[in-house]
């Protein structure tokens, strides 16, 4: 099966702008796009606070951004994906596909919602981002070892590749 997939206009990731609401400039390091196929973008404002750590970054919307035209980029997305049933493989996490998060290199984690409440706590399970890569489900398609291999080494994903990059060839 074939998943429903749509070019979207976004802001390329690693741009400079400034939001126009703080005043705060910043880069762009990741963006997210919802069931509704809304996008969000979070933008890194230059500065550490007073423990010496990055300042928090901001969670915005394009409207509020400050960007040119040449800014903007057509990527991809697999909405197909959203609203179904899905698995992180190597955990066993499973729920419905709610969102994705693009990151920098490319890369495409799915939110995963589990359905209930945790027994403990009786809150609602609290959903979980996994490279799509390393799940499974209906309207994803299954990649090779080698297209896997081909897809890690041109989109790294910022968790779970990074043992896998600086390990010696030999044990790749």
């Not at 040119?68 to 190597?90: A, R």
């Not at 359905?115 to 890569?133: M, N, S």
Request: charged fraction near 25%; include cysteine.
């Amino acid at each position: 099966m074939k998943v429903q997939t749509q070019n979207i206009r976004v802001l390329k990731l690693g741009t400079v702008c400034k939001d126009n609401a703080t005043g705060l400039t910043g880069t762009l390091t990741h963006w997210n796009t919802s069931m509704d196929r809304h996008v969000c973008y979070l933008l890194q404002p230059k500065g550490l606070d007073d423990e010496c750590q990055p300042v928090r970054k901001l969670f915005l919307e394009t409207a509020r951004l400050e960007v040119k035209q040449s800014d903007f980029e057509m990527v991809e997305v697999p909405f197909g994906i959203l609203g179904t049933h899905v698995e992180h493989k190597p955990s066993g996490f499973c729920g419905m596909a709610t969102e994705f998060i693009r990151h920098g290199s490319g890369c495409f984690h799915v939110v995963i919602q589990p359905k209930g409440v945790c027994k403990k706590t009786q809150e609602a399970i609290q959903p979980r981002d996994f490279d799509l890569r390393e799940c499974a489900g209906e309207m994803i398609t299954k990649l090779s070892e080698q297209e896997l291999e081909a897809s890690r080494k041109e989109k790294p994903s910022p968790s779970g590749d990074s043992m896998w990059r600086i390990l010696p060839p030999g044990l790749r």
